[in-house]
């Protein structure tokens, strides 16, 4: 039997998932009948309250509105009284055809639906696909300035880039609220995107970031003037940037400025500094280095300027971190090795652009210090703070020299040995010998309500996850007031490892994070692991926390539960015993009597009470 995602196809409906309880946290896991390549989440919700998933795969993007209120079904016409007696009446005094209908507003039902046990997630009320015919390998959405919630343009509006298989750089602007008709939406939007090309070379990273506009004249009223500008940066064997002025009123793209600028090495991903006021770009690439590269030349030209084409030495290289050097392998004696180092897997910027994230493939993290405050003792080109995670493989795992240890074949089934096999049954794939490390890191940024910036990190390495819920926080209790670093640990406070993922053997394709709703941004709440959106293969994972539904509802349910559950225990206690008695009982009544001995067992006496 052919697999799931091959039999049906690319543009049905997502089934519903199955769930996984674990501790306190829920996992969904949605069988797809596609490829994804990449995913996102947008930072801001839709008019009816949903939040918008975008992910890429084999033939375009597709769109998901997760929760919120449903779109209320289209009224139908009621018939006429005497339908078959109508004549149908034709005036040839106008000489001007009858104008188009208007669109029909778009309704939502009155409330949200309802969480209870049985489904304690929000189900998709909409799905749109727009089919590009080429496989979506990255998407990028722009940084949103902190008023963006305030501004009709960017509140009602999502506006990303994405780059396709074919090299093909394409902008798009899209609907933040869901669409009544997602087909004729979806082919709508296809047709309507905005195209680039970034050369023959496969493109290996994408960044966006939204700058003001520069204008020499003087602010007028005209709707059709330039508010703002979109910097997309492309990377392969050479970095493509364009300079896009944008009109959200008609989303007219205005002329297109491009730059390229040629790489000494291959790049692998790319990334903005967060910072309204820079537009740093941060690249890594294939020799183990990471460069900054200011293209300030490319936004602050003249509006006059009438080249479609800027040279290539226009823009300032700032300065470039270098991995360390792999060890020395064991038992090489005299022999001279050449020195390489480590490959980067992932960067990122991290305390607000003041440090930089890096994940090496030996399972090696550490932060490089943009700003040098920390560095007084030692080279800024060292990490300030680093360690090993706890997965990653060691030096005398990796060492095929040394004979393994017989392992015997009769070893006891413990609760300890039996929770490592399961685990290890539904994980993504190990790192073996010989193997190709993967890994990423993904940020999520969110500014309290007394204006502190707190953010989250959540690094994957093969098929685990660690997560650093408040880096400002880890960064401070990681370094001292001196300027002197100590040495982090993957099992210190601050960075934590997160088991039981079940990703069914697949590699893990991006991780982004849920933005914490407005009653839980506080800093209690924000120092706990979010929401994620895992995505995998053929299949995305959401692990959310769980949580009592909300609400005068949801306290009315829990307790006519705990009254009905109180109600029916002298019943179910009396049946288990009958059972056991003539031997029937399962091991679930089994399980219940052993709850109820341990409730019904006295407290312990501690101190010298009479």
């Known amino acids: 039997m052919a697999p799931y995602h091959e039999r049906e196809d690319v543009t049905s409906s997502i089934r519903d998932p199955r ?11 949605y069988d797809l009948p596609h490829r994804i390549r990449c995913a996102a989440i947008y930072p801001i919700p839709a008019s009816n309250g949903s939040t918008v998933i975008i992910y890429g795969h084999d033939r375009g993007l597709r769109i998901l509105w997760r929760g ?13 009284a005497n339908n078959a007696n109508d004549v149908i009446m034709i005036d040839d005094s106008d000489d001007e055809p009858a104008a188009p209908p208007p669109p029909s507003k778009v309704e939502y039902e009155d409330d949200e639906e309802e969480l209870d046990e049985e489904t304690p997630y929000p189900s998709i009320v909409q799905e749109m696909d727009i089919l590009l015919g080429s496989p979506v390998l990255h998407l990028a959405i722009p940084s949103l300035p902190p008023d963006a919630k305030q501004r009709p343009e960017l509140k009602d509006t999502i506006v990303l880039a994405i780059c396709t298989a074919n090299g093909e750089v394409s902008l798009l602007k899209i609907p933040l609220a869901p669409p009544r008709d997602p087909q004729e939406s979806g082919r709508t939007l296809a047709d309507r995107r905005f195209r680039m090309q970034a050369g023959k070379a496969l493109v290996r990273g994408l960044a966006v970031k939204l700058v003001p506009h520069r204008s020499e004249d003087p602010p007028s009223s005209s709707r059709n003037a330039p508010s703002e500008e979109l910097l997309i940066a492309a990377v392969s064997d050479t970095l493509y940037l364009w300079r896009v002025p944008i009109q959200y009123e008609r989303f007219q793209l205005s002329r297109v400025t491009q730059q390229t600028v040629p790489l000494l090495h291959r790049a692998v991903s790319s990334s903005f500094l967060p910072s ?42 700032v300065f470039a971190y270098h991995a360390p050097y792999q060890a020395t392998p064991s038992g090489s004696g005299t022999a001279i090795v050449p020195l390489a180092r480590k490959k980067l897997l992932a960067t990122a910027w991290v305390l607000e652009g003041r440090a930089v994230f890096a994940l090496l493939e030996d399972g090696q993290w550490g932060v490089w210090d943009f700003n040098g405050t920390t560095q007084s003792t ?33 070893n006891p089934m413990t609760p300890n040995t039996r929770k490592s096999k399961s685990e290890a049954l539904f994980a993504g794939p190990t790192a073996s010998t010989g193997s190709v490390a993967r890994g990423g890191i993904s940020v999520s940024s969110i500014t309290t309500s007394n204006g502190q910036a707190i953010e989250s990190i959540v690094l994957w390495f093969n098929g685990d996850l660690y997560t650093i819920p408040n880096m400002q926080q880890f960064w401070q209790r990681s370094t001292n007031a001196a300027g002197a670093a100590t040495n982090g640990i993957s099992h210190a406070p601050g960075l934590t490892h997160m088991p039981g993922i079940p990703l ?18 506080s800093l209690g709440q ?68 052993l709850d109820s001995m341990a409730r019904d067992e006295r407290p312990r006496k501690v101190g010298f009470a009479a």
């Open 68 to 80: 919120g209120r449903r779109i209320k079904a289209a009224a139908k016409p009621s018939p006429s």
């Open 19 to 29: 769930v996984t309880k674990r501790e306190r946290k829920t996992q969904l896991t």
């Open 504 to 521: 069914l053997n697949e590699s893990i394709t991006s991780i982004s994070q849920f933005v914490p709703s407005a009653a839980s941004n």
């Open 526 to 593: 924000m120092n706990t692991t979010r929401d994620l959106l895992l995505s995998a293969e053929h299949r995305f994972i959401i692990q959310q926390s769980t949580a009592p539904p909300a609400g005068k509802q949801g306290v009315a349910r829990q307790l006519f539960t705990a009254q009905a559950h109180t109600s029916a225990a002298p019943v179910s206690k009396e049946r288990d015993r009958k059972l056991l008695g003539t031997g029937d009982l399962d091991l679930n009544g089994v399980d219940r009597m």
């Open 378 to 410: 030692k080279n800024i080109n060292e990490f300030a703070i680093d360690g090993y995670l706890t997965t990653a493989p060691t030096a005398e795992s990796q060492n095929t020299s040394q004979p393994r240890k017989a392992l015997s074949k009769l």
């Open 276 to 317: 309204a006021s820079s537009v740093k770009l941060l690249l890594t690439d294939v020799s183990g280095t990471a460069r900054i590269y200011d293209p300030s030349a490319l936004v602050n030209l003249s509006e006059n300027f009438t080249e479609a084409m800027l040279p290539s030495d226009v823009g300032t290289w």
